[in-house]
């Protein structure tokens, strides 16, 4: 299974996400909380910036403009990583062990 790694800044917090695997979902598995609320990509709250790095959506339609599109922005909660990336998200924050 192919895995690929992800990188949040500002915060340097780093996980592996697997293929297939949403970046919101990698993320908690990974003990990050990236701010969410819909998880269907519409509601905009995971909206976050990116290098670029390649995804793909898991909804037809994700709430992002063209130029959204163009800036590399990324709705986690509906995107997989098909290579590594980095994404930019101030207010990630690592949760408390379980």
Request: charged share 25%.
């Amino acid at each position: 299974m192919a895995m690929h790694r992800v990188r949040v800044l500002p915060k340097e917090f780093a996980f592996d996400a697997q293929e297939g695997e949403t970046l919101l979902r990698a993320a908690e598995r990974a003990g990050i909380r990236l701010p969410s609320s819909c998880r269907n990509g519409t509601c905009r709250t995971c909206l976050c910036g990116s290098d670029g790095g390649p995804v793909r959506y898991l909804v037809e339609w994700p709430g992002l403009s063209f130029d959204e599109r163009l800036a590399h922005d990324v709705l986690p909660c509906v995107a997989v990583a098909e290579g590594d990336i980095t994404l930019f998200a101030p207010a990630a924050r690592k949760l408390p062990p379980a």
